[in-house]
C-alpha cells in the first residue's frame, strides 16, 4: 500500500497548504462585517470547472496509485512471471506524447486567439489519441498471439487491467475533445472554447504522466524504486 | 492572505459573485423527474435511499426472527440467513447511508448554507442521481436473479465470495459487484459537485470559517470519500475479473468440492487492504456529517453559539485525515505483521482525541444553554449518547489484545451497530425533523415525532446493549443457529428473544415516522421560512420551501458566523447571517 500512501500523502500536502491560507485561526464569533475572503483576493479567476477537474484528476489519482498498489504487492507472490512488454508500447508512447504536445499547440493557439492553430492542434491531438488506443489494441494483440492471454498469470492480468483502465480514460476525454472540435467546428468564439481547450490539454498531459508511471512499472523500471519504498515500510 | 473587515462607512458593494448560468424547466419531466435543480434531486435521493433501507430494514427483522426463535421459521435457512446479512449491511453502509449524507443532505443543504443559486455543475449532479438509481436497481435486482443475491458477507472477502457453496455465487456476486461500480461512478460525479461548490459559489462574505459545521462535514465526507472509494473500485474490478474471467488478483490455489480450481498464487490479504483502505474511511464518510448536523441542531435548539468553533473545525479536519491510516485495525486476526497491529492500533486511539474534543465541545455547548426539548433536538442528544457509547467499545477492539478474542463475535456488531448504525440514523431523524420543514414549508407532527423518537432509542438500546453482553459471552456473529453451545447458558437463548422483540417493535415505528413524513406533507402545521429561529443562510430564503434559484434577485451577503445566539443586547435571540451589522443598518445602507 505504500503508492497508494505516498500519494495521499501528496493530496494531504496540498490540502494543508491550501487550508494554511484559510485562516483557519480566524474567531468568527468576533468579527462581523462583510469579509473579502481569499477567492476575490487570488483565486476569483479559477474558474469551477478548472477546480473540478483537478479534484477529478485527484480522484483518477487515486484510483492508479491504488492499482499500482495492488499490482507492487501481488508482484511479490512466487507465481509471478514478468511479461515481455511488446516494442510497440513505446510507439504507442511517442504518439500519446505528441498528442499531448498538440494540445498544448491548441492551448497555447487558444491564448493568441488563433482559431486555425485551434483546430490544427485539437484535430492533431484528437487523432493521435486515436492511433495511441489503437496502438494499445494492437499491442493486446500481439501479446495474445503470442500466448500471454488474460489469466494465465497475473503480470498479464494486470498488463490487460490497468492499460484497460487508462485507454477508458483516455476515451473519456476523447468525448470532451470531440465536444469541444464540434464547438470550434459550428463557430464558436475562441474566447469561449479557451477554457474547454485548456482543461483538454491539462488531462491530456495528467494522462500522459499516468502512462509513462504505468509505462515505468509494467516495464520493470520502477522495481527497485517498488523496493525501495516496500523496505521504508517494513 | 490579506483580511478586510468592510469599511462601514462607505456602504456595501453588491453581491459580486459569479452568476451561475441557471437551467430553466422547461415541462413537468424536466422539472420533477430529469432535473437539474439540486433541492429536487437531494428529495430524489433520499427517496430511493430510503426506499432500499426499507428492504434493509425487512432484512434485519428476518435475521432477528432467525436468531431469537431459532427452528421456528422453516422459510429462512442458514443460506438466506447469509445473503441477508450481507444484503443489510451493504444496503445501510452505502446505499443508504452515504447516498442520505452525502446526495440526500449533502444536496439540499450545500447550495442553501452556502448562498449558492445551485450546484455549479447541474447536468452532472443530475446524472448522479440516475447513476445512483441504475445501481440501487442492480443490487435490488440481485434478490430476483438465479441463485439469490451473494451471501459473503457484506466485506465480500475472497475466496470465499465467488466459490461454490457461498450462496449467489452464479450471479448475485456479479450483480454486487456491478452495482458497487456504478455507485463509485455516481457518488463521484456528485462528490465532484459538492466540492466545487463549497470551495468556489460561497456567497459574498462566507469565509470557510463562516461556515456552518454541516458544510464542514458533508465537505470533508465528500473529500474524504472522493480519495477512498476508488479503493473499493479497485477491488469490486479485480474480483470481478476474478470471478467472470478466471483471473487470479485475490484468489489462492485451492480445492473446491474435491477439484483443484484454475485460480492460483492470489493474495486474500491484498483484496481486504484494499477494501478497508475504503472501508475505514467510509466509517467517518458517514460519522462526519453526522457530527457536523448534530452541531448545527445542538447549537439552534440550545439557543446558545457553539462552542469552540474552531476546534471542530480543526477536529473534522484531523479525523479526515486520520482516518486513511487506521484501514489494518480491521485486520488484526488476518495475519498481519505485529508491528502492523501495534502502528495501527496507536493510530486508532489517537482518533480518539479530536473525536472526544467535538462530544466535549458539544456538552459545553449545551451547557447553561436554554435548551428547548424539540424532536429534532432529542435525537441529537440521542446521537451524542450512542456515539459516546459506540466509541467507547471502539477504544476496545482497537486494541490488539483485546480484539483478539472479541473478534467475529457480538460484541463487534454491537460495537459498530452502535457507532455507525444508531447514531447516524439518529443524526438523520434529527435532521429531518429540523430541516423538514424548509424542504416542504409543514412541520412534521410533534406527537407522533415524540412517540418516533423514544420508541427507536429505548428500542435500539433494548436490542444492541443486551448483545454486547452476548459477545463477551463468546456468541458468534453471522450464525444462522447456535444450537447447543456449551458456552452459551439457556438466558442467551431468551435474551435474544428479547432483542428480536424489540427489533420488531423498532421497525414498526418507522413506519409512524414514514407516515408522519406523508400525513404531515398535507396536513402538517404551516411553518413559515424560519420556525427554529436559527441563524445560517437556509433559513433566511424568501420563499419557503426554496424557489428555483433559491434567492430572489440578490444573492444574500454574510456579515456574521452561522452561530450568533443569545446575543448580548440583539432585539431578537438569534441575529440571521445576512443581517448587516447594527451600524450599517442604522445608516440604512442596506435594506
Known sequence: MSAILLFMAGIAAIAGWWLSQQRLTAKPWLEEGVMVDLREEGTASLPPAKIGLGVFLAVVGSLFALFISAYSMRMNMVDWRTLPVPALLWFNTAVLVLSSVALQGAHMAARRSDVDGVIVGLCVGGASAVIFLIGQLLAWRELSVAGYFLASNPANSFFYLITAVHGLHLMGGLVALGRTTAKVWHGAAVTELRLSVELCAIYWHFLLLVWLVLLGLLTGWTDNFVDICRQLLT | ?????????????????????????????????????????????????????????????????????????????????????????????IYLLTALFLGGFGNYLIPLMVGARDMVFPYVNMLSYWVYLLAVLVLAATFFVPGGPTGAGWTLYPPQAILSGTPGQDWGIIFMLASLILFIIGFTMGGLNYVVTVLQARTRGLTLMRLPLTVWGIFTATVMALLAFPALFVASVMLLLDRLLGTSFFMPTLVEMGQLTKYGGG?????????????????????????????????????????????????????????????????????????FGFFFATTTLIIAIPTAIKVYNWVLTLWRGDIHLTVPMLFALAFIITFVNGGLTGLFLGNVVVDVPLSDTMFVVAHFHMVMGIAPIMAVFGGIYHWYPKVTGRMLNEVLGRFHFWVSFLGAYAIFFPMHYLGLLGMPRRYHDIGETVFVPASAHDLNAFMSVAALIVGFAQLVFLFNVIWSLFKGKEAGGNPWGAASLEWQTPETPPGHGNWGKELPIVYRWAYDYSVPGAIRDFVPQNEPPAALSAQGAHP
Not at chain 2, 17 to 33: D, I, M, N, Q
Request: aromatic fraction near 16%; avoid cysteine; charged fraction near 10%.
Open chain 2, 267 to 339: 493474495s486474500p490479504i491484498l483484496f481486504q487492504h484494499l477494501f478497508w483502505f475504503f472501508g475505514h474511511p467510509e466509517v467517518y464518510i458517514v460519522a462526519l456529517p453526522a457530527f457536523g448536523i448534530i452541531s448545527d441542531l445542538i447549537s439552534v435548539h440550545a439557543r446558545k453559539n457553539i462552542f469552540g468553533y474552531r476546534m471542530m473545525v480543526w477536529a473534522i479536519v484531523a479525523i479526515g485525515a486520520l482516518s486513511f491510516v487506521v484501514w489494518a485495525h480491521h485486520m488484526y486476526v488476518s495475519g498481519m505483521h505485529p508491528y
Open chain 2, 1 to 93: 492572505m490579506v483580511d478586510v473587515p468592510f469599511d462601514t462607512v462607505a456602504g456595501i458593494p453588491p453581491a459580486e459573485v459569479g452568476e451561475v448560468e441557471l437551467y430553466h424547466p422547461r415541462s413537468w419531466w424536466t422539472r420533477y423527474v430529469f432535473s437539474q435543480d439540486a433541492k429536487v434531486i437531494a428529495v430524489q435521493y433520499s427517496i430511493t435511499a430510503m426506499s432500499i433501507g426499507m428492504v434493509a430494514l425487512v432484512l434485519s427483522w428476518l435475521m432477528r426472527l432467525q436468531l431469537g426463535f431459532p427452528g421456528t421459521f422453516s422459510f429462512i435457512d442458514a443460506n438466506q440467513y447469509l445473503q441477508f446479512i450481507t444484503m443489510h449491511g451493504m444496503i445501510m453502509v
